[in-house]
Protein backbone atom coordinates (compact mmCIF):
# COMPACT_ATOMS: atom_id res chain seq x y z
CA UNK A 1 0.00 0.00 0.00
CA UNK A 2 2.89 2.37 0.08
CA UNK A 3 2.37 5.59 -1.68
CA UNK A 4 -1.30 4.33 -2.88
CA UNK A 5 -4.36 6.56 -1.77
CA UNK A 6 -6.55 3.81 -0.57
CA UNK A 7 -9.49 6.19 0.93
CA UNK A 8 -9.61 9.11 2.93
CA UNK A 9 -10.01 10.40 6.37
CA UNK A 10 -11.04 13.52 7.90
CA UNK A 11 -12.27 15.31 11.13
CA UNK A 12 -15.44 17.92 11.31
CA UNK A 13 -17.37 19.74 14.31
CA UNK A 14 -20.46 17.79 14.66
CA UNK A 15 -22.57 20.40 17.79
CA UNK A 16 -19.20 21.56 19.74
CA UNK A 17 -17.32 17.89 19.08
CA UNK A 18 -14.38 17.23 16.68
CA UNK A 19 -15.60 14.01 15.07
CA UNK A 20 -13.84 11.60 13.01
CA UNK A 21 -14.69 9.90 9.79
CA UNK A 22 -12.40 7.53 6.96
CA UNK A 23 -13.15 5.23 4.31
CA UNK A 24 -11.13 2.46 2.59
CA UNK A 25 -11.33 1.30 -0.85
CA UNK A 26 -12.76 -2.39 -0.83
CA UNK A 27 -9.83 -3.90 -2.77
CA UNK A 28 -7.77 -2.58 0.67
CA UNK A 29 -9.78 -3.58 3.58
CA UNK A 30 -7.83 -6.05 6.17
CA UNK A 31 -4.15 -4.32 5.33
CA UNK A 32 -3.96 -1.91 8.13
CA UNK A 33 -4.89 0.75 6.20
CA UNK A 34 -7.43 2.44 8.80
CA UNK A 35 -5.46 1.68 11.49
CA UNK A 36 -2.79 2.89 10.15
CA UNK A 37 -4.50 6.29 8.92
CA UNK A 38 -6.05 6.81 12.00
CA UNK A 39 -3.21 6.35 14.04
CA UNK A 40 -1.07 8.84 11.77
CA UNK A 41 -4.06 11.28 11.81
CA UNK A 42 -4.49 11.15 15.87
CA UNK A 43 -0.62 12.58 15.85
CA UNK A 44 -1.70 15.41 13.88
CA UNK A 45 -4.99 16.02 15.52
CA UNK A 46 -4.36 16.29 19.01
CA UNK A 47 -7.95 17.97 20.00
CA UNK A 48 -9.37 15.92 22.61
CA UNK A 49 -12.43 14.22 23.22
CA UNK A 50 -12.75 12.89 19.86
CA UNK A 51 -15.35 11.04 18.66
CA UNK A 52 -16.29 8.50 15.93
CA UNK A 53 -19.39 6.28 14.65
CA UNK A 54 -19.54 2.77 13.05
CA UNK A 55 -22.56 0.61 11.95
CA UNK A 56 -23.15 -1.70 13.97
CA UNK A 57 -22.67 -4.27 11.73
CA UNK A 58 -19.09 -3.20 10.24
CA UNK A 59 -17.20 -5.22 12.80
CA UNK A 60 -13.62 -4.19 10.92
CA UNK A 61 -14.34 -0.68 11.22
CA UNK A 62 -15.36 -1.33 15.32
CA UNK A 63 -11.99 -3.32 15.68
CA UNK A 64 -10.33 -0.71 13.96
CA UNK A 65 -11.54 2.06 16.66
CA UNK A 66 -11.27 -0.23 19.60
CA UNK A 67 -7.63 -1.02 18.28
CA UNK A 68 -7.40 2.65 18.01
CA UNK A 69 -8.02 3.26 21.67
CA UNK A 70 -11.52 4.26 21.06
CA UNK A 71 -14.26 3.87 23.72
CA UNK A 72 -17.78 2.94 23.06
CA UNK A 73 -20.03 5.01 25.09
CA UNK A 74 -23.56 4.57 22.97
CA UNK A 75 -25.43 3.73 20.63
CA UNK A 76 -27.97 5.60 18.10
CA UNK A 77 -30.22 5.21 15.14
CA UNK A 78 -29.83 7.20 12.23
CA UNK A 79 -30.69 7.09 8.84
CA UNK A 80 -28.23 5.95 6.12
CA UNK A 81 -28.98 7.24 2.55
CA UNK A 82 -26.79 4.54 0.96
CA UNK A 83 -28.56 1.61 2.79
CA UNK A 84 -31.99 3.79 2.44
CA UNK A 85 -33.11 2.64 6.29
CA UNK A 86 -32.63 3.57 9.77
CA UNK A 87 -29.59 1.98 10.90
CA UNK A 88 -27.81 1.42 14.70
CA UNK A 89 -24.85 3.31 15.33
CA UNK A 90 -22.15 2.71 17.52
CA UNK A 91 -20.55 6.45 18.80
CA UNK A 92 -17.22 5.92 20.31
CA UNK A 93 -15.00 8.44 22.10
CA UNK A 94 -11.01 9.21 22.45
CA UNK A 95 -9.86 10.99 25.50
CA UNK A 96 -6.49 10.74 25.92
CA UNK A 97 -3.39 11.90 23.56
CA UNK A 98 -3.12 8.79 21.17
CA UNK A 99 0.80 7.63 21.80
Known amino acids: MKNKVVGSILSYFLF ?3 QI ?3 IGRTYWGRGGATKAIELFLQMQTHRPIFARAVIDNFRSIRVLEKSRFIKIGQELCFSNARGKGIEEVIYKLNDDFR
Open 16 to 18: DEL
Open 21 to 23: SYW
